[in-house]
């Protein structure tokens, strides 16, 4: 067993869930955070200190890291706008300077790679042009406004990173698009149009068993004392290098194991695609939808890390459930027939 605590933010999301049961199965302890209270808290009841936090209105979080090596702060704000700057910002500066002042080795944060928006350029560095943080720029992003808000805000969370840092080791990840099985195998269940628009598009996925992987991998660096303490780190975690990483190239491989008929999709040209956001969004210059963009891994891999599992695994998981799903749609539709008869 580890004598490191561990607290972990956002535990009950589907980053954190995964980030808590890697934790414990590696020895740590875990600290974890819950915006609603947890009834019915599963095996972890007596193995997790469960703590019940609303980052909208908490300010002190002295008593939260108190006793904690590190932090995994995983805890955001999605979809409410009016809530973004408060959670993404505000109490990210707050956990930070906290975790200064109890003396914590290492401070994981994960950002997100829609903090580069709409890029000029089709590849992506951890160093290439990001969103004006503290105005929303409609034409640096062809996105919906909470996504817009919720890119700024996050780089926002970023940059409060830099200002406190001292005596603490930062990792800040940019995640591409985080999935786990079920949502791989969900891309049946979008509308016909989005599966026609989307089929050719670049996934951009990531398996969530890597993310949790690679914040283990960095917290652990920092715990052991590497990286000077005050500095700064930033990933992009993706794997868009990877061979067939477009939606068709799944769903073609689904429809051979499934035989379900939602994979089999008719994909709409790419300058179609390009053109339906050009003009759903319509703002000037130009720049390059997220499908079109390429996330570079180069510096994670230059660090040491190598993914544990990555897509190739992940998809491999996803149709072996699909497998199993055909025996049981056999066996549902044979006991439907008997009936009927």
């Not at 808290?41 to 980052?55: C, G």
């Not at 993914?307 to 044979?334: C, D, I, S, Y």
């Amino acid at each position: 067993m580890s004598s490191k605590t561990v607290l972990v933010t956002g535990a009950t999301g589907r980053i954190g869930q995964v980030v808590v049961a890697d934790l414990l199965e590696r020895g740590y302890r875990v600290r974890a955070t819950t915006s609603r209270p947890r009834a019915g808290i599963h095996a972890d009841r007596d193995v997790v200190d469960w703590r019940m936090v609303d980052f909208l209105r908490e300010n002190d979080f002295d008593d939260l890291v108190s006793g904690c090596d590190g932090i995994l702060h995983l805890a955001a704000e999605l979809g409410k706008k009016d809530r973004m700057v408060r959670v993404n910002v505000e109490a990210t500066r707050e956990l930070a300077k906290a975790a200064e002042r109890a003396g914590v080795s290492v401070f994981c944060y994960t950002s997100s790679v829609s903090v580069y928006g709409s890029g000029r350029s089709t590849n992506i560095a951890e160093d290439s042009d990001v969103l004006t943080h503290d105005r929303d720029v409609p034409s640096e992003y062809w996105a919906l406004d909470y996504v817009r808000e919720y890119g700024r805000t996050k780089l926002a969370g970023e940059l409060q990173l830099r200002e406190v840092a001292a005596r603490v080791r930062y990792v800040v990840f940019r995640p591409a698009v985080v999935v786990d099985i079920s949502q791989i195998i969900g891309v049946r269940d979008w509308p016909l149009v989005k599966r026609m628009l989307a089929a050719h598009r670049h996934a951009h996925h990531i398996y969530v068993q890597d993310v949790s992987d690679a914040l283990i991998w960095f917290m652990q660096r920092g715990l052991t004392g590497q990286g000077d303490p005050g500095s700064v780190s930033v990933y992009n975690l993706s794997e868009d290098d990877r061979p067939n990483p477009r939606h068709a190239d799944f769903m073609r491989k689904a429809f051979a194991a499934s035989g379900d008929r939602r994979y089999r999709t008719v994909a709409v040209p790419g300058i179609a695609d390009w053109l339906h956001d050009a003009l759903r969004f319509r703002s000037l210059p130009f720049r390059n939808p997220l499908w079109c963009m390429r996330f570079s891994n180069e510096r994670l891999q230059a660090s040491g890390y190598r993914f544990r599992f990555g897509m190739a695994k992940a998809e491999e998981l996803a149709l072996e459930t699909l497998r199993q799903e055909v025996p049981q749609n056999q066996q549902n539709g044979e006991k439907l027939a008997e009936t009927q008869a």
